[in-house]
């Protein structure tokens, strides 16, 4: 069935977990997240933005895309990964856009540091309060690494 009504639904987005959960100073992490949308997705990114709201740059690269987490048709978890960064405060934003150009935005803020006590992350902040999930990220840690568990079998 094809539908020609115009798509309304913002995609639904939130950050899982990152790897490591403590990111050390220029190290490269990787931030996981679940992307779901009604019609598709088209774009997938990370922007890193510094304590005065300013993106952070790799190079030329201020938009970092997502990737299927397994590779699979229809997976909703997905990896991006993230350039080492200096010490102090940072804003992680994955943005999902779907066909229609309707965004949703996930935040979660980040302080690399370099002493013994290691980076504190503080809580999630999402700004696409839509399609709420009753999975909890137990389960999301628990879907990521059954491809994993699949690969080494083989």
Request: a positive charge.
């Amino acid at each position: 069935m094809i539908d020609t009504g115009a798509d309304t639904e913002k995609p639904v987005v939130q950050i899982a977990y990152l790897q490591p959960s403590h990111p050390k100073p220029n190290a490269n992490f990787m931030a996981y997240f679940t992307a779901q949308d009604n019609l598709g997705i088209r774009d997938l990114y990370a922007v890193i933005y510094d304590e005065n709201g300013n993106p952070v740059k790799y190079g030329k690269v201020d938009k970092f895309p997502g990737e299927p987490s397994s590779g699979k048709p229809g997976d909703t978890f997905y990896i991006v990964q993230l350039p080492g960064l200096n010490e102090g405060k940072y804003k992680i934003e994955i943005v999902a856009e779907d066909f229609y150009g309707n965004k949703a935005t996930a935040t979660k803020e980040i302080t690399i540091t370099s002493t013994s006590k290691a980076a504190k992350t503080t809580t999630a902040k999402q700004t696409s309060s839509e399609g709420k999930s009753t999975c909890g990220p137990a389960a999301l840690v628990g879907l990521a690494v059954v491809p994993l568990l699949l690969r080494r079998k083989k």
